[in-house]
Each structure stands twice: as C-alpha cells, then as structure tokens.
C-alpha cells in the first residue's frame, strides 16, 4: 500500500519560514520524481515544485521562485520543501504526490500527471 504523509505545516507570519516533509512508503522512492501542490480556498489546486528521482534537476512554479526550495533525501524515502519569505498568498493546503517518470519527460507541473498523493498540510501565513 501506497502512503504519502506531509509534515510541517502550520501558522506563520508573513516573512517566516517553514519546511515540509513528505514521507513515502510502500514504493521505491528513488524510483519516482516528487512534487508539492497547492491549493487555497476556492482556487485550483496549483504546482509549486518538482525535482527528478536523483534530486539533480529541479522546477519551480514563477511565484515561489527564490523563495522555496525542494530537496530530497532518498535514504530517507523522504522529499521536503523550504519556504522562506512567506507571504500571505501562499496560505494553503500542500500536497506532495510522486510521478513515475516516462522515457523522455522532463518534471511535470500538471497534477493528473502524478501517481500518488499524500493528504495534504495546512499552511497559514498571516499578514
């Protein structure tokens, strides 16, 4: 059985900082890319960030660019996700999901294209 678990999260002023973990287990986690989402109160769940199986190449949505920063420890079966200068917008639920990475395809940014997701971690970030 599959299972992603997100750590982490919470309350935060803006400027703060925060990490995120997500554990994997029931896969081999070197075996797939790894990426956080997001999603605020009536909005679409968005992408935030990737990284490759090896953790060499990374992708970052325009808004959290300079800001955050993904990593991964394969020994660990565990991906996490530096926020620094948190603002006010990036309050949400955040998603790790892994992608079984095909011949040929760089990181994805598109949700539907993840096999597994965890259950999300609440981060608020007040002004």
């Known amino acids: 059985q599959v299972q992603l678990v997100e750590s982490g999260g919470g309350l935060v002023q803006a400027g703060g900082s925060l990490r995120l973990s997500c554990a994997l287990s029931?896969?081999?986690?070197?075996?797939?890319?790894m990426g956080w989402f997001r999603q605020a109160p009536g909005k679409e769940r968005e992408f935030v960030a990737a990284?490759?199986?090896?953790?060499?190449?990374?992708k970052y949505a325009d808004s959290v660019k300079g800001r955050f920063t993904i990593s991964r420890d394969n020994a660990k079966n565990t991906v996490y996700l530096q926020m620094n200068s948190l603002k006010p917008e990036d309050t949400a639920v955040y998603y790790c999901?892994?992608?079984?990475?095909?011949?040929?395809?760089?990181?994805?940014?598109?949700?539907?294209?993840?096999?597994?997701w965890g259950q999300g971690t609440q981060v608020t970030v007040s002004s």
């Open positions: 999901a892994a992608d079984q990475p095909l011949m040929g395809m760089g990181l994805r940014v598109v949700d539907a294209s993840y096999d597994y």
């Open positions: 990284i490759s199986w090896s953790g060499s190449s990374t």
């Open positions: 029931g896969r081999t986690f070197r075996n797939y890319n």
